[in-house]
């Protein structure tokens, strides 16, 4: 008679999502109030990077300026970078580069 223990690991995923907006006070949070209101930026792409700097999933920002990374591992670190055709759309003072912009996502 065989006896044994079996193990099954399931990995379990995780998504990352946002918004890409107009910060037009230059605070770095997107604020929508009766006095003052940023809109959502369509268009731009996201993409996240895994620690070997592989691509894991790409998105591209709704009219809304909302965007979902799906199926990523959950526990595990994301480089997310932005980009856009725009020439006139420049990065927030949170850094970038001229045409795109780089962020580290929170563990997931």
């Not at 037009?24 to 949070?29: L, Q, R, S």
């Not at 070997?52 to 199926?71: E, F, I, K, M, R």
């Amino acid at each position: 008679m065989w006896r044994g223990l079996v193990l099954v690991s399931q990995l379990v995923h995780a998504d990352i999502s946002g918004k890409t907006f107009r910060d037009f006070n230059a605070n770095g949070a997107f604020d929508s109030s009766a006095a003052f209101h940023e809109v959502g930026v369509a268009g731009i792409t996201v993409k996240a990077f895994d620690a070997a700097g592989v691509q894991a999933a790409t998105a591209t920002s709704a009219a809304d300026g909302s965007y979902t990374l799906a199926g990523l591992n959950s526990g595990a670190d994301y480089r997310l970078e932005f980009s856009w055709p725009e020439n006139w759309l420049k990065a927030g003072a949170a850094g970038g580069h001229r045409y795109s912009s780089f962020r580290m996502a929170p563990r997931i």
